[in-house]
């Protein structure tokens, strides 16, 4: 890919704020290596996102000059890629444990409908028992089956979304902009 095309890729965010309260909840009265960011915040860059979702990005933070101090700017940056990353590998985590849950669910399934095929073979019980036996684990064994395919294979779109949204999101640029 050459320099056009990688530069035609980025996508410029900009936001606007009056101060690091506007990064950081206005409820945490911790220092700023320590605050949690603020949902408004987040969910700004998401809804930003959503709009120009194609390529990587730079992330403009448009300040009073009054801010304007570089330890300020390493941490802010450094808080968004650690939050960023910290949620993309959380998303990343639960959707291994879907899968997993469903690589469970599919064992179980097949469990299931062995051992009904077993017992009916080997005749292992009387007719009767059988016919019981068989009304709780067939439906046990299918749904078991295709519902663990389901978690294996089809991925929540809600999920999908955010790991999306959070990668581009810890890889992004920050870059900061001051006006009086």
């Known amino acids: 890919m050459d320099i056009e ?3 035609k890729d980025i996508q410029e965010i900009s936001i ?3 101060s690091w309260d506007d990064v950081f909840s206005d409820f ?3 220092p700023l290596e320590h605050r949690i ?3 408004d915040f987040i969910s700004e860059l998401k809804k930003r996102h959503r709009e120009t979702k194609r390529g990587n990005f730079i992330i403009t933070i448009y300040a009073p000059i009054s801010l304007k101090d570089e330890v300020s700017e390493r941490l802010v940056n450094k808080r968004l890629k650690q939050y960023f990353k910290f949620t993309q590998l959380s998303i990343q985590k639960e959707i291994n444990e879907s899968r997993g849950k469903g690589v469970i669910f599919v064992i179980c399934g097949i469990f299931f409908l062995a051992l009904l095929t077993f ?8 007719t009767l028992a059988l016919e019981l036996v068989s ?4 439906p046990l064994g299918w749904f078991g089956i295709w519902e663990g ?3 294996i294979i089809e991925t929540p779109p809600f999920l999908k979304q955010d790991l999306e949204v959070f990668e581009k999101m810890s ?8 006006a009086s």
């Not at 009304?135 to 067939?138: D, P, S, V």
């Open 28 to 30: 945490d009265p911790s």
């Open 119 to 126: 017992v009916a073979y080997f005749k292992m019980i009387d």
């Open 5 to 7: 095309e990688h530069i």
């Open 149 to 151: 395919f389901s978690h």
């Open 171 to 178: 890889k992004a640029i920050f870059k900061f902009k001051y």
């Open 37 to 39: 960011l603020s949902e």
């Open 16 to 18: 606007a704020i009056d």
């Open 135 to 138: 009304i709780l684990l067939m």
